[in-house]
Nanobody, 128 residues
């Protein structure tokens, strides 16, 4: 059974850090580009970042550039999202998803429709 499982969410104060993990089971993550998305209450799901299968290419939404870093360890079948300088507006459920190919689809990497497999999400709350 193909499955993605996110972990690492929680409650953190503004300015703090969290590292999210996305672990795959039932398939080899190394063949696919992986994206991170988030959805805040009452808002649409939005693309946060994407990393190619090799890790050589990454993309970030403007609202996280300079604060978030995506990385992957294909030997561990896991992708990470390091989130620093967190703000209250980063509060959301964060999802990882596997793209249909090994690349992040250029200018369309943030479109959820391009991703075939999704995890169940992990909650991130940034609050004092």
């Amino acid at each position: 059974q193909l499955q993605l499982v996110e972990s690492g969410g929680g409650l953190v104060q503004p300015g703090g850090s969290l590292r999210l993990s996305c672990a795959a089971s039932g398939f080899t993550l190394a063949y696919y580009a992986i994206g991170w998305f988030r959805q805040a209450p009452g808002k649409e799901r939005e693309g946060v970042s994407c990393i190619s299968s090799s890790g050589g290419s990454t993309h970030y939404a403007d609202f996280v550039k300079g604060r978030f870093t995506i990385s992957r360890d294909n030997a561990k079948n896991t992708v990470y999202l390091q989130m620093n300088s967190l703000k209250s507006e980063d509060t959301a459920v964060y999802y990882c998803a596997a793209e249909s190919s090994s690349v992040c689809s250029g200018s369309s990497w943030y479109r959820a429709i391009r991703y075939n497999y999704w995890g169940q999400g992990t909650h991130v709350t940034v609050s004092s």
